[in-house]
C-alpha cells in the first residue's frame, strides 16, 4: 500500500503516520513539556500557542488531554520502578493536569 506523503520521514505506514514519524512527534510533544517545565509559573502564556493549536486549529477532545497524562504517568512508573515514588508521582499528575488545564482553557 502506499504511503501519503509527509508524516515525519522514514518506516512504513501507521494510520497515516510513518512509525519513525511516531517517535519524531513523541520529542516534540516531550520538548513541549521541558519547556512548561522551565516555565511552570506562567504555563498559560508558555503554552498559549500550543492552546491556540490544539483548540482552534486541531479541535482535539479535550477529554484526551487526560488520558494522555495518564498514558505519560504509566510509562514513567514502567521505566523508573522505585523511583517513581509517591511524591514524584503526585507531583507529575499535578503538574500534567495544569498543562492539560492550559492546554483546554481556550475550549467554549
Ligand atoms: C500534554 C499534552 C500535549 C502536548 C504538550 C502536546 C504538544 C504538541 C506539540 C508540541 C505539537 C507540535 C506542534 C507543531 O508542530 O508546531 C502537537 C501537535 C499535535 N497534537 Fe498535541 N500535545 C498534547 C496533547 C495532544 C492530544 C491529547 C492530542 C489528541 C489526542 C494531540 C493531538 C495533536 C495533533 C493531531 C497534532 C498535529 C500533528 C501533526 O502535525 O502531524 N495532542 N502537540
Partial sequence: ?????GR???GPC???YRLGGIRAHGKKVVNALGNA?????NLSQ????????HAYNLRVDPVNFKL???CFQVVLAVHLGKEYSPEIHSAMDKFL?????VLAEKYR
Avoid: H, I, W
Fill in 97 to 101: 493536569a495544569a498543562v492539560a488545564s
Fill in 14 to 16: 501507521r494510520g497515516g
Fill in 8 to 10: 515525519y520521514g522514514p
Fill in 68 to 70: 494522555l497524562s495518564q
Fill in 37 to 41: 517545565v522551565k516555565n511552570v509559573d
Fill in 46 to 53: 508558555a503554552l498559549s500557542e500550543l492552546s491556540n493549536l
Fill in 1 to 5: 500500500m502506499q504511503t501519503p506523503p
